[in-house]
């Protein structure tokens, strides 16, 4: 298995810019989550989905939106790229069944300019 | 807001020295997970403590939880320099949905 995998692993946008993290997993976890990474700040959960077709907010989601079309990919897209989103974005996944361990991809590190 | 709160911030030690790293959570947990996160890397789960349990051991960590205060601690004894890296505390807020992190402790082992 390869786990959770995203794309790209480094992007620097100018400001206004739209574009799509990917996230993918091959472990048929229906749970999945964006998290972003600031210093100091630990991280905090952008968006989430419990399954496909299905996705809610977290703790800081203006900005940034998501889909659910499979079991497997869980895009998070930026509409218009602000400064304020310079940061380190994580995909994890996990099982659904009981308050399981996630499952953490290797991030993406994104500079808007 | 977050979930965890870790304390210290930072954390130096000298490779063979135990290392305590403590994270205090604010609502009332299923429980509560552990995460270690290298350098540039993503974060990794080290251990899993049930609201029930009071004590776990894997290897060279021992977790303890202390529902009545909302804390835990992770220990690591015997630390080497391979340990250096930075530790999160997480649990579930609300629903089994969304998992939060703490804050972090940064974790630097000198040989």
């Known amino acids: 298995n390869a786990g959770v995998t995203q794309t790209p692993k480094f992007q620097v946008l100018k400001t206004g810019q739209s574009m799509t993290l990917q996230c993918a997993q091959d472990?048929?976890?229906?749970?999945m989550s964006w998290y972003r990474q600031d210093p100091g700040m630990g991280l905090r959960l952008i968006h989430y989905?419990?399954?496909?077709?299905?996705?809610d907010q977290g703790e800081v989601p203006n900005g940034y939106n998501v889909s659910r079309s499979t079991t497997e990919d869980f895009p998070l897209r930026l509409l218009s790229a602000a400064p304020s989103q310079t940061s380190v974005y994580f995909c994890?996944?996990?099982?659904?069944?009981?308050?399981?361990?996630?499952?953490f991809g290797p991030g993406t590190r994104l500079t808007v300019l | 807001s977050q979930q965890g709160e870790e304390d210290p911030q930072a954390l130096s030690i000298q490779e063979g020295e135990n290392a305590t790293m403590n994270c205090s959570y604010k609502?009332?947990?299923?429980?509560l997970q552990w995460y270690r996160q290298n350098s540039g890397r993503g974060l990794v789960h080290l251990i899993l403590?049930?609201?029930?349990?009071r004590e776990k051991h894997s290897g060279r960590l021992r977790v303890t939880l202390d529902t009545s205060k909302k804390s835990s601690s992770l220990l690591i004894t015997a630390s080497r320099a391979a340990d250096t890296a930075s530790y999160f505390c997480?649990?579930?807020?609300?629903?089994?949905?969304?998992?939060?992190f703490g804050t972090g402790t940064r974790l630097q082992v000198t040989l």
């Open positions: 994890a996944s996990r099982a659904p069944r009981g308050y399981n361990e996630q499952f």
């Open positions: 472990m048929n976890h229906e749970y």
């Open positions: 989905s419990v399954g496909a077709g299905i996705t």
């Open positions: 609502t009332s947990i299923n429980n």
């Open positions: 403590i049930r609201s029930n349990e």
């Open positions: 997480a649990s579930f807020t609300g629903t089994a949905s969304k998992l939060t």
